[in-house]
Structures are given as C-alpha cells and as structure tokens.
C-alpha cells in the first residue's frame, strides 16, 4: 500500500501562488488515480482537483478549474497541485489522496489512502 505526504502549503497574500506536493512511498505510483480535496473550519472536505494515473486526465472543481492545476511525476513518485490567483475562500487543509480502483474521481469514499494534510491560509 501506498503512503502519502502532502508539504508546500504556508501563509500567502490573495492574488499569490503556491504549489502543494505529495509525495508517495511504499508502491509503485502509477498504480494510484490521486485527487487532492480541501477542508476548511466547520464545512465538509470537498474534491478540488484529480489525475488518472498515467496523468492523461485531469478534473477539477468549478471553483478552481481556471485556478488551480493538477499534475504528477511518476518517475519521482510525486503529484502536484498548483494553485494561483489565491483568495481567502481557499483557505483549508488540504489532502492528498489516492487510490488503485476507483470510479468517481471526485468522490472522496473511493480514495483509500489519505495523506496528513497541509494548511493553506490565504489572508485577504
């Protein structure tokens, strides 16, 4: 089974960027479908951005799709999220998670594996 480290999020200004990494250990990547969602205070998690495991496909949310970017690097065992034109409604801990069969890549019952998270706050 796979294990999941998400890091890069930090403090940021709106407007800013930052670009979250997750990186896998323990199987072999391109084996994993991975997705990142979010959770802010007091909502529930929700799905913002998902890769096929070959990274031909993406999705995205409507609120980030113009925003924020998914990709990955099988050699390096690694998925990123790129995320520009931060505003303070993107604030939350964000998660990187991944799975080997799934059907619904916004859906996030499907994913097994899960990292730790990683705090984005953008102040206005």
């Known amino acids: 089974q796979v294990q999941l480290a998400e890091s890069g999020g930090g403090l940021v200004q709106a407007g800013g960027s930052l670009r979250l990494s997750c990186a896998a250990s323990g199987d072999t990547f391109y084996n994993y479908a991975v997705a990142w969602f979010r959770q802010a205070p007091g909502k529930e998690r929700e799905f913002v951005a998902a890769i096929t495991r070959k990274g031909r496909t993406t999705y995205a949310s409507d609120s980030v799709e113009t925003r924020f970017t998914i990709s990955r690097d099988n050699a390096k065992n690694t998925a990123y999220l790129q995320m520009n034109r931060l505003n303070p409604e993107d604030t939350a801990v964000y998660y990187c998670?991944?799975?080997?069969?799934?059907?619904?890549?916004?859906?996030?019952?499907?994913?097994?594996?899960w990292g730790q998270g990683t705090q984005v706050t953008v102040s206005s």
């Open positions: 998670a991944a799975a080997v069969i799934i059907d619904d890549l916004t859906r996030d019952a499907e994913y097994e594996y």
